[in-house]
């Protein structure tokens, strides 16, 4: 179809990026900071590729949309409700982001378990100190909690370390690479076995709030929490306690409940605490992939 389409900084579009989306009949409106009301009518726009547009824009005044493309793995930034009951369709960066994040857990759960950043403090010191405490990957009991594609992508890369994976989902998994398919409502009974727990699920109003105080405590003491969903689907506090208490061997986050984190925040100077700007999804190969799911995304209409 030809129509219009708002696209917005959200991407890092090229002039030839921008020509091959006007070569599918889009006519190409371009804003580069979508955290501001827009100054141009919004109701004459068919399509829209964003992040936070709708954060800053009402949607109720996009009367004549029909598809919005998210930038992001997540679309807790969608009205997902109204779009729904206007039929609008909406898609978000599936298997864009999956493999610079899988890579980063893996990278990050190696850190804790050979103590790279103990190693690296003794470097600076010129310190030759052996540590005699690093631990193995292999026969671990690894649970990844949301199986999309990003919990798929942290399965492919763990299993050939020799683990034992458990899926816990919604919705039933069947894949080579995993021990095991457990319903998310039935996560507490397996939580207490496992060595290494992930967190790759949506957030949701069901999930936001996911790891709280009971269930950090039922996980096994010296096991380790990776984090790259979203902030919000760990109690923060409770966490805090926890890593104070001495509960796990480690915690990497990629995420927090307010980004960004306050420099006031404890999570800053915990031991075992490894914490990134929410950068786990950067890749060289991403921008290609985000392009690729655009055009083939706009073609639906």
């Known amino acids: 179809m030809s ?14 990026q921008i020509r091959k989306i006007r070569e599918l009949g889009w006519q190409v409106t371009f804003v580069q900071d979508e955290r501001e009301p827009l100054c141009i009518p919004a109701d004459t726009f068919d399509a829209v590729v964003c992040n936070n547009l709708f954060l800053y824009n009402d949607i109720a005044d996009f009367t004549n949309l ?7 793995a997540g679309l807790d930034r969608l009205p997902l409700k109204y779009m729904e009951q206007h039929h609008i369709l909406y898609y978000n960066a599936k298997g864009v982001y999956s493999i610079p994040m899988a890579e980063w857990t893996v990278m990050s759960i190696l850190e804790i378990y050979k103590d790279s950043y103990g190693f690296f403090q003794k470097q600076q010191k010129k310190s030759w100190d052996k540590n005699r405490s690093l631990l193995e990957l ?3 009991k690894v649970c990844i909690i949301g199986y999309g594609d990003v919990g798929r992508e942290i399965a492919k890369r763990l299993a050939g370390f020799g683990t034992e994976i458990t899926a816990v989902n919604r919705n039933r998994v069947e894949d080579s690479q995993i021990f095991r398919w457990v319903p998310l409502d039935c996560m507490d009974e397996i939580l207490p076995e496992e060595d290494i727990v992930i967190l790759s699920i949506a957030l949701t109003e069901e999930t936001r709030g996911l790891m ?9 003491t010296g096991s380790v929490l990776v984090n790259v969903s979203r902030g919000a689907i760990i109690d923060e506090k409770a966490l805090v306690q926890k890593l104070k ?9 990629d995420v927090v409940e307010e980004e ?7 999570l800053w100077d915990l031991q075992g605490v490894i914490i990134s700007p929410h950068n786990s999804f950067v ?3 991403t921008k290609e992939r985000m392009f690729d799911l655009i055009c083939s995304n706009l073609k639906r209409v």
């Open 3 to 16: 129509g219009r389409v708002l696209l917005t900084g959200a991407y890092p579009y090229t002039e030839e």
């Open 66 to 72: 029909k598809i919005v493309q998210a930038t992001s």
């Open 138 to 140: 292999t026969g671990r």
């Open 212 to 220: 709280n105080v009971v269930r950090l405590a039922e996980m096994k």
């Open 245 to 253: 208490q001495g509960k796990f061997r480690g915690a990497a986050l």
């Open 260 to 266: 960004p984190l306050s420099a006031e925040s404890e």
């Open 283 to 285: 890749g060289d190969g």
